[in-house]
């Protein structure tokens, strides 16, 4: 599976964004994720993920798709309601001599140029669009753009380059900040209307700041983007492993344990970029997880500038491959264990870069924990001594891992040949590609090299690295790329409604068949019914499944790895056991909608 863009045809002019996504999941068999819209009262646009009821598709909206193929995404560009209503091939949706499709160039990415007005010098609007000179109705064809009052011709491939981004005349070139890639001239996108702060709210923020339940104040960024607290010294959060494990019941569970294997003078990785997402602000207080880095004191001292304003950061001194640290951050009650390492060097064996993070992460697996502290999460407070409480406080705890394999751990790998060495029962050649080793599929393996392909996506389609920052990263808006670019840090700001509007963006979540509203379809369900209900009665979209490596029977000792299947088909059957990742709304003015959504992401925990 792959990400394009593509203009939608005419026929979805006046559909809400989960019309539109419903429509292109079940006629067109292509998922679509977002669109390119702009919001209230501003000249730039945005890229909206899963904007929900509140946005209509206007004329010469550009989507953004996952699909197979370039092939597949000219649907959405072709479709039309009168020609292709009654279509049940989808084969057979192709270009019809309806009107409507004159206005666009053919291809994966469209192309329209417009003309100055000569009256007026300081106007970039220009007086219409250009002519389009179709030379031929092949799938490549070659179209000739010609501008109105201008002497150059544009020839653009329409097959060649599915990731190609829309150019506008002379528009000047600049990156998409929070996914802005208006230009004076361009087709009109759908408005987001933002919703009315409700200051009454107890989930809402106040004007200035916001309190949480136990009366500490709490605020966010500048931007509104991400949680931010006032800087904190290193010094007072650090824990020794006596510390940590001082009390009978662990001081962590579902948290973050992120091992860093780093020296003195070991370049810097940018931790800020690994704990930002997990403070963004479309995120309740009580939820955010605890991050417990564990690693060289020197180093991370260097590093905490970039991370001290944010909240629920604790540090344990020593090395990740100590396993008494381990169990002093409860490694067997995290939620996640991220093993890093900045000791890359390129005059070292490639077969040996990454021995830290390889070892480090067969030591934890050949672990084993004792099973009784998952007995004494029923009723924490009756087991801890006077004045101890833990540090994380969850809305749900689950019983840790009796094994270290059961622990959910993703390796960072300079090399990728060294992705066999992670796991002991796996069989896959030595040869075989990264991408198609069980660690990589099973999200355990993570290597330098697949940043390469992004690379090469964004040089043919610059808002695929918008798209993609705003899912990993949280987020992110001209003013807060530009407080970083200068390095000045996170910095905390009052509550606004404009920053706190920000709050109200989808994020990535998980949804459990096995309990909740929606586990009617994980006894053998379709796929296609869990999209729609999904989408029609909680403005969730789905976009692929969980699932379990080992679901038959006749495996004896089945293991707790799962794999993603991305947009499966429409007919795909569902099991209990599965999970399904999706785009959930998250909307702080509608208390009740936020709770029910909030519940049914809370299963899958």
């Not at 870069?353 to 998952?374: T, Y």
Request: glycine share 6%; with cysteine; proline share 6%.
């Amino acid at each position: 599976m792959e990400m394009y863009t593509e203009y939608l045809s005419n026929a979805f002019i006046g559909l809400t964004f989960p019309k539109a996504a419903e429509l292109c999941f079940l006629k067109l068999k292509i998922l679509l994720i977002a669109i390119e819209a702009k919001t209230e009262g501003s000249a730039e646009s945005c890229i909206a993920i899963n904007p929900g009821y509140t946005v209509k598709i206007e004329q010469a909206t550009q989507g953004f798709f996952i699909a197979q193929s370039a092939d597949e995404v000219k649907r959405a560009f072709y479709y039309c309601k009168s020609c292709h209503g009654d279509v049940t091939d989808v084969r057979a949706i192709k270009k019809c001599r309806c009107k409507g499709l004159k206005m666009f160039k053919k291809g994966a990415a469209a192309l329209m140029a417009f003309t100055k007005t000569p009256h007026s010098e300081t106007s970039d609007v220009d007086t219409g669009p250009a002519k389009i000179v179709e030379e031929s109705d092949q799938d490549t064809t070659v179209t000739a753009i010609k501008a109105g009052h201008g002497d150059e011709n544009r020839r653009v491939s329409s097959g060649s380059t599915p990731h190609k981004m829309p150019r506008l005349g002379s528009r000047t070139k600049q990156h998409a900040l929070n996914g802005g890639l208006h230009a004076p001239g361009k087709p009109s996108s759908p408005t987001i209307v933002l919703p009315p702060l409700d200051t009454d709210n107890k989930l809402t923020p106040s004007r200035h700041n916001s309190t949480q339940n136990n009366g500490e104040l709490m605020k966010f960024d500048v931007t509104g983007m991400f949680h931010w607290c006032p800087e904190r010294r290193m010094e007072d959060c650090i824990l020794t492993k006596e510390q940590a494990g001082a009390t009978t019941t662990p001081l962590f569970s579902n948290h973050v344990v992120v091992c860093v294997f780093a020296d003195q003078n070991s370049p810097l990785m940018g931790l800020a970029s690994l704990v930002m997402p997990l403070r963004a602000s479309n995120f309740h207080y009580d939820e955010l997880k605890c991050v417990v880095l564990v690693g060289n004191e020197e180093y991370l001292k260097r590093e905490w500038k970039t991370i001290h304003n944010f909240p629920k950061l604790y540090v344990v001194a020593g090395s990740p491959l100590n396993r008494a640290n381990l169990r002093a951050v409860s490694i067997n009650l995290c939620d996640m264990c991220v093993v890093l390492s900045a000791k890359h060097s390129a005059s070292e064996d490639t077969t040996l870069v990454d021995k830290e993070s390889i070892l480090c992460s067969l030591n934890i697996k050949a672990m084993s924990f004792d099973d009784s502290v998952g007995l004494l999460q029923d009723d924490m407070d009756a087991f801890l001594p006077p004045g101890f409480s833990p540090i994380c406080n969850p809305l749900k705890v689950f019983r840790g891992s009796s094994y270290g394999a059961n622990i959910p751990i993703i390796t960072e790998l300079a090399s990728d040949c060294n992705v066999q060495f992670l796991d002991q029962d796996d069989d896959d050649d030595p040869d075989t590609e990264l991408y198609m080793t069980q660690p990589f599929s099973c999200g355990t393996a993570f290597a330098v090299s697949v940043l390469d392909s992004l690379m090469s996506t964004t040089y043919f389609n610059d808002n695929a690295l918008t798209l993609i920052r705003t899912l990993i990263s949280g987020g992110a808006t001209p003013e807060l790329e530009q407080i970083l670019a200068e390095g000045a840090g996170m910095k905390g700001g009052y509550s606004t409604p404009e920053t706190l509007s920000n709050r109200s963006r989808c994020r990535v979540g998980q949804i459990s068949l096995f309990e909740g509203p929606l586990s009617q379809h994980g006894e053998g369900g379709r796929y296609s019914d869990l999209f729609s209900a999904a989408l029609k009665n909680y403005g969730i979209l789905c976009i692929g499944i969980y699932r379990f490596r080992d679901t038959t029977s006749s495996v004896k000792s089945p293991s707790s790895k799962r794999y993603v299947i991305t947009n499966p088909p429409d007919d795909f059957p569902l099991l209990p056991t599965d999970q399904v990742f999706c785009f959930a709304p998250c909307d702080f003015n509608n208390p009740v909608r936020a709770r029910e959504i909030e519940r049914l992401l809370s299963s899958a925990i």
